[in-house]
């Protein structure tokens, strides 16, 4: 029903905006043009090169018919999922090394630092690569798995 109402609007307005219609001259839109504004609307997690293998169109031609429509690709924002358990366990680990610290005043000094990286088969390799593409911009957030 969604979409249906977004083809219409569509091929009477040339704007998938509602009450607006498009800037400058009225644009002939197609069949193809249609088919690839509703795939985005209704599948907006998808990539540019999933919808030009689909249909068969040249990547410019997706391009430039989203940057006509004002339909931008957005990042996707990745934050770690926290349990309830989290915060307690979070505190207690500063009272152990505030103690520490109180022991020893070069705790904090002989402590490795690093940066953890963790590799699983369902998580994508590269986050940059995933963006949303929509007309405004949703600030999507993603949790990803929480470190056990």
Same mark, same amino acid.
């Given at each position: 029903?969604?979409?249906?109402?977004?083809?219409?609007?569509?091929?009477?307005?040339g704007?998938l905006?509602?009450?607006?219609? =498009?800037?400058?001259?009225? /644009?002939?839109?197609?069949d193809?043009? $249609?088919? $690839?504004?509703?795939?985005?609307? =209704? !599948?907006?997690?998808?990539? $540019? *090169?999933?919808?030009?293998?689909?249909? #068969?169109?040249?990547?410019?031609?997706?391009?430039?018919?989203? /940057?006509?429509? #004002? %339909?931008?690709?957005?990042?996707? !924002?990745?934050?770690?999922?926290?349990?309830?358990?989290?915060?307690?366990?979070?505190?207690?680990?500063?009272?152990? =090394?505030? &103690? /520490?610290? =109180?022991? &020893?005043? *070069?705790?904090l000094?002989?402590v490795i %630092?690093?940066?953890?990286?963790?590799?699983? +088969?369902?998580?994508?390799i590269n986050? +940059? #690569?995933?963006?949303?593409?929509? &007309?405004? #911009?949703?600030?999507f957030? /993603?949790? $990803? +798995?929480?470190?056990?």
């Open positions: 029903m969604y979409v249906h109402r977004l083809v219409r609007r569509l091929k009477n307005t704007s905006l509602p009450g607006k219609r =498009a800037s400058g001259p009225t /644009k002939m839109v197609c193809i043009d $249609i088919d $690839i504004l509703a795939y985005f609307s =209704a !599948h907006p997690l998808t990539s $540019i *090169r999933n919808i030009v293998k689909k249909l #068969n169109v040249p990547f410019s031609y997706v391009w430039r018919l989203l /940057k006509g429509h #004002n %339909w931008h690709p957005y990042s996707l !924002h990745g934050c770690q999922t926290l349990l309830p358990t989290d915060p307690q366990r979070r505190l207690d680990f500063c009272n152990w =090394a505030l &103690n /520490k610290y =109180a022991e &020893n005043l *070069r705790f000094r002989n %630092w690093t940066d953890e990286c963790r590799f699983t +088969q369902d998580r994508d986050p +940059q #690569n995933n963006h949303y593409c929509n &007309n405004c #911009n949703p600030m957030v /993603k949790e $990803i +798995q929480s470190q056990e």
